[in-house]
Every structure is written in structure tokens, then in C-alpha cells.
């Protein structure tokens, strides 16, 4: 835990090679472990390296399919690569999976607002228009 704690440190330091090789150690001792992948793409998100980022991600919703936010982690990088029916299918699973119940409204309400935005890009916006209407309404 303590070497995460590290890792996400040398993360915010801008230490980017440093964290992924203290993580890259981290998987390979505990290879179960969901949280070394959550901050493994979000290191590869912010440097640009989507389908890294995509790959940390799917690890670990492999491990914990229930991981808050990984789901809509997965939608934004998708959506950053325009490829909205993929970040669509992300965020929907956000959205029921086990881990929907511990989102907070806000959490949810972004998720439908991304779901939204995806639907204009990819010229739905009738579908749009629905997604804000709940997400009004709630």
C-alpha cells in the first residue's frame, strides 16, 4: 500500500517513468490487485497514451468489473478518440454495475451529461435530447 502511496506521489511530481516502474513492480508481486491499474492509466491519460491508458483500465475491470469509476474512466478515454459508441457502452456500464449504487447523483449526472455529448457527436441528437431530459429531472 505504501509503495502505491509512493507511486501516486512521484505521479504528482511529474516523476511519470519513476511511478510506472514502481507499479509495474507493484502488478508483478500482487497481480490481483485492481488499484496500481487505476493509476496506471490515469498516468497514461494524462501523457496521451490512450490505448495504454484503455489497456490499464481493462485490467482492472477485469479484476473488479465493480471499480468505481473505471468504467467512466474507460468512456472518457474512448470519447478522447472519438470513438463515441465505445465511450457510450462505457459509461452505460458506470451506470448499472454494483458501483452505481455508491455514485454519488453528481457522479451520475456527469456520466448522462458524457453520454449526451456522445450522442450529438455522433448525430443523435434525439438521443441527446433524451439523456438530458433525465438528467434534468433528477
Given at each position: 500500500m505504501l509503495d502505491l502511496i509512493?507511486?501516486?506521489?512521484?505521479?504528482?511530481?511529474?516523476?511519470?517513468?519513476?511511478?510506472l516502474g514502481l507499479?509495474?513492480?507493484?502488478?508483478?508481486?500482487?497481480?490481483?490487485w485492481a488499484d496500481p491499474y487505476l493509476l496506471k492509466g490515469?498516468?497514461?491519460?494524462?501523457v496521451g497514451q490512450h490505448d495504454r491508458?484503455?489497456?490499464?483500465?481493462?485490467?482492472?475491470?477485469?479484476?473488479d468489473p465493480d471499480y468505481l469509476s473505471a468504467w467512466f474512466k474507460l468512456g472518457n478515454n474512448a470519447y478522447r478518440k472519438k470513438q463515441y459508441r465505445e465511450a457510450i457502452?462505457?459509461?452505460n456500464h458506470e451506470l448499472i454495475g454494483k458501483q452505481a449504487n455508491t455514485l454519488q447523483s453528481k457522479d451520475k449526472q456527469?456520466?448522462?451529461?458524457?453520454?449526451?455529448?456522445?450522442?450529438i457527436h455522433i448525430g443523435k441528437v434525439d438521443s441527446a435530447l433524451i439523456i438530458y431530459k433525465?438528467?434534468?429531472n433528477r
Open positions: 509512493r507511486a501516486e506521489e512521484m505521479f504528482a511530481a511529474g516523476e511519470l517513468h519513476q511511478a507499479i509495474d513492480e507493484l502488478v508483478s508481486k500482487k497481480p490481483q490515469n498516468i497514461f491519460t494524462t491508458a484503455k489497456s490499464a483500465y481493462e485490467k482492472l475491470v477485469k479484476i457502452n462505457f459509461y456527469i456520466t448522462m451529461l458524457q453520454i449526451g455529448r456522445c450522442y433525465m438528467y434534468k
